[in-house]
């Protein structure tokens, strides 16, 4: 089973930037995609950005695409999530996901147990 603790969020003006974590541990973990949904209250969870087991390869949502930054450290199974030019409407709740497939031009996970996740709020 994975388990996955995110941190990181906060309050930011608009055009700001944030930093999120996320710490995965459980079998398989390693040799899987990590990455980031995001959540905002009344909406689907969306994608929003992935990075290969390798840490080589990253992929991004257009929405976020040049603004935001996936990274990941493979010996602390950790992803991190740089998020520069911060607009209001990134607000939401961000949360971890491995393993991250894609398939048919979409980026979806099987997770079952999801992290707490961290809120990010851009102010205008």
């Known amino acids: 089973q994975v388990q996955l603790v995110e941190s990181g969020g906060g309050l930011v003006q608009a055009g700001g930037s944030l930093r999120l974590s996320c710490a995965a541990s459980?079998?398989?973990?390693?040799?899987?995609?990590m990455g980031w949904f995001r959540r905002t209250p009344g909406k689907e969870r969306e994608f929003v950005a992935a990075?290969?087991?390798?840490?080589?390869?990253?992929y991004y949502a257009d929405s976020v695409e040049g603004r935001f930054t996936i990274s990941r450290d493979t010996a602390k199974n950790t992803a991190y999530l740089q998020m520069d030019s911060l607009k209001p409407e990134d607000t939401a709740a961000y949360y971890c996901?491995?393993?991250?497939?894609?398939?048919?031009?979409?980026?979806?996970?099987?997770?079952?147990?999801w992290g707490q996740g961290t809120q990010v709020t851009v102010s205008s």
């Open positions: 990075v290969s087991a390798s840490g080589q390869s990253s």
């Open positions: 996901a491995v393993p991250i497939y894609y398939d048919g031009g979409q980026y979806y996970t099987d997770l079952d147990q």
């Open positions: 459980g079998r398989f973990v390693s040799t899987e995609a």
